[in-house]
Every structure is written in structure tokens, then in C-alpha cells.
């Protein structure tokens, strides 16, 4: 995998397809493989670049301070670096809170902005969930198996888990075959979770904006849409029935079409 030096860390990258540039920012405890079926689409049309954030699988681990904006200022050297001047942009959850805040900082540099069951500030109900997952992960000794029995839960409707047990059980090995994530680096990412707070700041993003919810996500429901699509000029507002946290898993198919579409829109 190609790794280069952006800021204070080194940065791991994978780029697959050819067109205009769309970076892929990982959601809490991924690696840049968490769209692969995503990439598999997108990739036809445009030059996809998936990021590990620091503390993310192959990209450096510092100590310190994580937040979603310095999150963001890492994968803002990282187009300077590569000298991409302007990108779309997409994310889920902390992928989504990571890119509000590059798309306000550096609006020019964002072509398209998709924000997929992202938020405006962490509020009570957001930060006890993210506590109860750091204890479970202290208590397991194991993010991937608290992503598993912690998150999952709360990404996938009952349904889901019903109908196909053995999708579920195929994303569980999926997550277990993926580098393991340090518990030390969790919870620094985690932290910038319960912090995030980019409210004041969505009336600086300018770029055409794609936001995205699951009818039944708990964690960043439909609670946060008027917020966001209020304070953001011009933004679109979709909604996933009978899905969860992470439509991009439990609708893939739908999650495709519907944001590939937004994204060919605004190409070129």
C-alpha cells in the first residue's frame, strides 16, 4: 500500500479507478477497505482514494489529541501533497463529521461533499453510546470484537439480522480479517467523536452537498438532519427506509445508485 508523509504522521492510501478524484474517509475503528463496496461502483467513474486517518490501520499512530478537525487538516496536507487541487469528497459517521469540517475550512478544494449518517455536535444520547463502546472495548481487550458486538448493533435493524445471518456473520470475518486496531488508538479516535462540534461552522461550506440518513439510526438519526441540511446552502436530503446507521452495508445496491448519482451530477 502507498504511504506518504502529511504532516507530523505517514499516511496510508489505497487509489483504484479512473476520473476526477473522490477520497473516501473511514468511519470510528475502519481502515480504507470499510467501501469496498462502495469502491467497486465509484471506481468506474471516478479515481477513488480511500484514507487511513491517523491512528487508523496503516497510517501512524501518534499519541495525543485526536479530533475530527485535525482529522481533517491530515487529509487537507494529504491533497496537497498528492497535488490534487479540488476532490469530492465522501464519508460515513466519523468519515462524515471528518469532511464537514474539510469542507468548511477548505471549500474550495472540495468539487462535492456526501455526508452519510453524519451530525453537527455530539450530544448526550451520541456520547453515552460511544462511552459504552469504549468500556466495552476496554473490557474485551479487543476493538474488533467490540465492534462486533458493541457497533454492529447499532448499525443494522433487527431485520437485517434476522433475514441474513450469514451476511452478518460474512462483515463480522470481514472486520476480523482487517489489521487490528489498538485499543490505545481507539480510544484516542473515540474521543474525537464525543468532541465533535462543528456546528458553527456548516455556513462556510459551499460545495454541492449530498446528506444522508437510515430511518432507524439511533446513534445519528434523522435528529440531526434539519441542522445540517438547514445551515448548509443548497443541500440535498435523502433518507434510506429500513436501514440503519450503515445503509452503505445493509442497502448497498440503493446506497450506490442513489449517491453515485449525486456524485456524476457534479462531475466534470
Sequence with gaps: MPRIKVNDITMNYDQQGTGEPLILIPYLAADWACYAFQVAEYAKHFTCISLDLRGMGGSD?????????????????????????????????????????????????????SVHSGWTRSDPFLQTVVRGWQVMARGLGSVPEMVIQGIFPWCFTPELYAAKPDYIQSL???????????????????????????????????????????RHDLVTSTRFADR?????????????????????????????????????????
Design 61 to 113: 499512530q501518534p499519541a495525543g489529541v485526536y479530533t475530527t478537525e485535525l482529522f481533517a487538516d491530515d487529509v487537507a496536507a494529504f491533497m496537497e501533497v498528492m497535488g490534487i487541487a479540488k476532490a469530492h469528497v465522501a464519508g460515513l459517521s466519523l468519515g462524515a463529521a471528518t469532511g464537514l469540517w474539510l469542507a468548511a475550512k477548505h471549500p474550495r478544494r472540495i468539487k462535492s461533499l
Design 172 to 214: 463480522a470475518d470481514f472486520v476480523r480479517s482487517r489489521p487490528a486496531l489498538p485499543l490505545a488508538a481507539f480510544l484516542q479516535q473515540s474521543e474525537a467523536v464525543l468532541a465533535h462540534d462543528v456546528e458553527g461552522q456548516l455556513g462556510r461550506i459551499t460545495a454541492p452537498t449530498q446528506i444522508t440518513f437510515g
Design 228 to 268: 445540517l441540511a438547514g445551515a448548509i446552502k443548497g443541500s440535498e436530503l435523502l433518507v434510506f427506509e429500513n436501514c440503519s446507521h450503515a445503509p452503505i452495508y445493509e442497502q448497498v445496491e440503493t446506497f450506490n445508485q442513489r449517491t453515485l448519482d449525486f456524485l456524476q451530477r457534479h462531475a466534470g
